[in-house]
């Protein structure tokens, strides 16, 4: 079941006199429990389309349909509440909250999501992430103490915490040796089984390419 | 969860370093707030001590005390009319003590008034500094001018006039020294708005203030070092805020893309700069006020709990205004910006 939809959208960047169209009518739809990952050159568009569709920025032209609804006309406080609730965010680097253990990470998450959890509701939902992606025995450490594998895994369990609908995976595995690129897209590849999880993974790297049940090829600007 | 607060305790330092630089500028601005009240009162005490009320002089003395002659009918007719109303003057000069050592006063004469100390023919009361002089009760003292002499009756707290001690002398006694039967003012205290008495000239406390020589100028200059120096702080916590929010902006904009609002990054910054100011304004306030008690009695030195706090919320509104100002880029940052930046 399509839960996901992008249709028609453009994307142009003016700088000064220049216009460049970066995007030129994408087409794609994504699937519940299921990884679409979308492969292209550098520059092609891929993070363009990925940020349009999480709602980072405004499509030029188009539509975006999520849970029957365009977000390409919601205003900055509407799409802030389905990014906090509905979406989760994974990038190339972490971006933990450097002044937060790692279970403070996932806290904020829950606090922001507005996700309402009795106090030991949440502490239990927090270990279970946790053991999730092998990060329990590092709970109330700060991030600077982890390692780039642990922080990315870190980020991953905050990322889904909220039981979000839809995953965005920006080149999750770019700042990682080819051993922890595995782990974590396997990682991803099991949360979206068994959240059930839409998740819409940007990647340029071929080995990746395995754990996605559908490959979608970006270039100038448009899909195949 | 309160984010403001997890931030102070995994970088006390800075917030330390912030707290003190706020402590700091505080506590001198108090001091020197307190210098420059300490000041003035040496220089006016016998005046800002009065209640409320209106100096006149004669309009012909130009707005100079010590040439003002308020003839004797005119000076009994608003004492008649005002019963708490006192007719004063007050001279430059000088006492000879025993060992024949010259002492600069400022002698007073007043009628009789609860406002100012009585005294009778032959006797001087010197404010309490005379004290520390040397000057004992019952010494004699006197004046080249005077053809009697004084026998030094008592001491009073807190009488200056043009940074000297008070002599209250009887009102015989100064018309003898001086060879005048005016008195140079007259006082009604209380009296809100001045009627124009023919030939009188009328001054607030605050105007008459403000004929003392030196007077003037002296609390213009340090009245200017104090609001320069709460102008300075006002840009200093600017500016410290300012360096803090642009340290944190690829902070604010990760946080902004999983959905923080950004009235939840104005409260957290609001938070932590409350947090800071107010324990650094409440040790400077308790500091500054200690500093009160140990400060050398030499020291001209005056400052009130009031005067202190009416400062701190000043400091207070101050770096609220400048860390919302600094706070404006939190509303521009965009999520995409600390995302492409990488790292944080
Ligand atoms: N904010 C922007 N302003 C101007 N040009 C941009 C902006 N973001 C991306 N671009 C341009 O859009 C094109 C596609 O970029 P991007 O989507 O990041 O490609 P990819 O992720 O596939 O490498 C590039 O040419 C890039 O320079
Ligand atoms: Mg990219």
């Given at each position: 079941m399509s839960v996901f939809t992008i249709d028609e959208v453009k994307k142009t960047f003016t700088n000064g006199e220049v216009a460049e169209e970066v995007l030129k009518g994408v087409n794609l739809s994504l699937k519940e429990g299921e990884i679409t990952a979308l492969v292209g050159a550098s520059g092609s568009g891929k993070s363009t389309l990925l940020t349009i569709a999480a709602g980072l920025q405004p499509a030029s032209d188009g539509k975006i349909w999520f849970e029957g609804q365009n977000i390409n006309l919601m205003n900055q406080e509407q799409i802030r509440k389905i990014r906090a609730s509905k979406f989760g965010f994974i990038f190339q680097f972490a971006h933990l909250v450097p002044f937060l253990t790692v279970e403070e990470q996932l806290t904020l998450m829950l606090d922001v999501s507005e996700t309402k959890l009795k106090r030991q509701e949440q502490q239990r939902e927090i270990d279970n992430v946790l053991k999730l992606v092998e990060m329990d025995h590092r709970k109330?450490?700060?991030?600077?103490?982890?390692s780039g594998g642990e922080k990315q895994r870190v980020a991953i369990a905050r990322a889904i915490i909220h039981k979000p609908k839809v995953l965005f995976a920006d080149e999750p595995t770019a700042s990682l040796d080819s051993k922890r690129s595995k782990d974590v897209m396997q990682l991803i590849q099991r949360l979206t089984k068994t959240l059930n999880i839409t998740t819409l993974?940007?990647?340029h790297d071929e080995e990746m390419l395995a754990y996605a049940d559908r490959v979608i090829k970006m270039s100038d600007g448009l899909v195949s | 969860m309160n984010i403001a607060w997890k931030e102070i305790k995994k970088n006390k330092v800075r917030f330390l370093i912030l707290g003190s630089i706020i402590f700091l500028v505080s506590f001198l601005t108090f001091i020197i707030s307190g210098l420059a009240n300490g000041l003035s009162q040496d220089n006016a005490a016998l005046i800002k001590d009065l209640p409320d009320g209106q100096f006149y002089m004669s309009t012909a003395a130009d707005e100079t005390y010590n040439l003002s002659k308020i003839e004797s009918p005119i000076q009994d007719n608003m004492l008649n009319e005002k019963k708490d109303a006192v007719a004063l003057s007050i001279q430059m000069g000088f006492l000879n003590d025993q060992n024949g050592k010259q002492q600069s006063v400022a002698f007073v004469a007043s009628t009789d008034s609860k406002l100012f100390e009585h005294v009778k023919d032959g006797e001087v009361i010197l404010d309490r500094s005379?004290?520390?002089?040397?000057?004992?009760?019952g010494d004699v003292l006197t004046n080249n001018q005077f053809s009697?002499?004084?026998?030094?009756?008592?001491?009073a707290d807190d009488k200056k006039f043009s940074h000297a001690p008070v002599a209250f002398v009887n009102i015989e006694n100064y018309k003898d020294m001086y060879r005048t039967d005016a008195m140079q003012l007259v006082f009604v205290p209380g009296e809100e708005k001045a009627q124009a008495a023919a030939g009188l000239q009328a001054f607030s406390k605050k105007e008459f203030l403000h004929t003392i020589p030196s007077y003037s100028a002296e609390q213009m200059s340090l009245n200017m070092i104090v609001w320069f120096?709460?102008?300075?702080?006002?840009?200093l916590f600017a500016i410290f805020f300012y360096m803090m929010n642009v340290q944190k902006i690829g902070l604010y904009g990760i946080l902004k893309a999983i959905g923080v609002k950004t009235s939840t990054l104005f409260k957290m910054m609001w938070t932590q700069m409350l947090f800071i100011t107010v324990l650094a304004l409440s040790l400077s306030v308790a500091f500054s006020q200690g500093f009160?008690?140990?400060?050398p009695d030499g020291m001209p030195f005056h400052l009130t709990l009031e005067t202190t706090l009416q400062?701190?919320?000043?400091?207070l509104v101050i770096g609220f205004i400048g860390a919302t100002l600094s706070g404006v880029q939190i509303k521009k940052v965009e999520p995409l910006q600390a995302i492409q930046q990488g790292e944080v």
């Open positions: 109330n450490a700060y991030p600077s103490s982890l993974l940007v990647t | 005379m004290k520390e002089k040397g000057i004992k009760v009697g002499k004084w026998i030094v009756k008592g001491f120096l709460v102008v300075i702080s006002g840009m009160k008690m140990i400060s400062l701190s919320v000043i400091f």
